[in-house]
């Protein structure tokens, strides 16, 4: 609550990298740059940052090159295993629910390969929109619901590998 500054919604780029690479760091200054020119998607959207980047190298980054919101350090990854980090080279933007009772990823996104950090922000920021305007409870639903199907469809590759493990045991 404290980081999403009473928006509904907080974007937060994570990675488990520990220093301030060039790609992450481009990412970071895009997100300043998208909060800054889209002042009707900056007042729902509050921005943060989780990195295992120690705190010298962000405030570099805040000096030189205006990033203004919260850029914090995990160097143990506690917070970034909770939200799914895998590899320091896998940079995710999530979205988070911030106004439900509960704080639910509604949507992640990833760079694609060879995709620049401009790039990956600008997918992010076509799809805030709709996010934005979305009541939270539909859109915390339907990731919801997205979530369980994964999990029911992970459950039935498991149950099918298990069944024909029976079956050639018999």
Do not use: H
């Not at 339907?142 to 099918?160: F, G, K, M, S, Y």
Request: aromatic fraction near 2%; glycine fraction near 6%.
């Amino acid at each position: 609550e404290e980081l999403a500054g009473g928006a509904r919604m907080l974007v937060l780029a994570a990675t488990s990298e520990s220093g301030l690479t060039d790609p992450l760091r481009q990412t970071l200054v895009a997100l300043q740059e998208m909060q800054d020119k889209q002042p009707q998607v900056a007042s729902a959207v509050r921005v943060a940052a989780v990195t295992r980047t120690g705190s010298g190298a962000y405030r570099k980054l805040s000096r030189k090159a205006g990033v203004t919101y919260p850029l914090l350090t995990d160097p143990s990854s506690e917070w970034l295993g909770q939200l799914g980090c895998g590899p320091p080279s896998d940079l995710q933007l999530l979205v988070v629910s911030a106004s439900s009772a509960r704080r639910t990823v509604l949507a992640r996104f990833a760079s694609q390969s060879g995709e620049q950090p401009a790039a990956l922000v600008d997918r992010l920021a076509a799809a805030l929109p709709d996010l934005a305007v979305a009541p939270v409870e539909d859109v915390v639903a339907e990731a919801e619901a997205a979530a369980a199907e994964a999990a029911a469809a992970e459950a039935a590759i498991a149950l099918e590998a298990e069944n024909a493990r029976l079956r050639a045991e018999l």
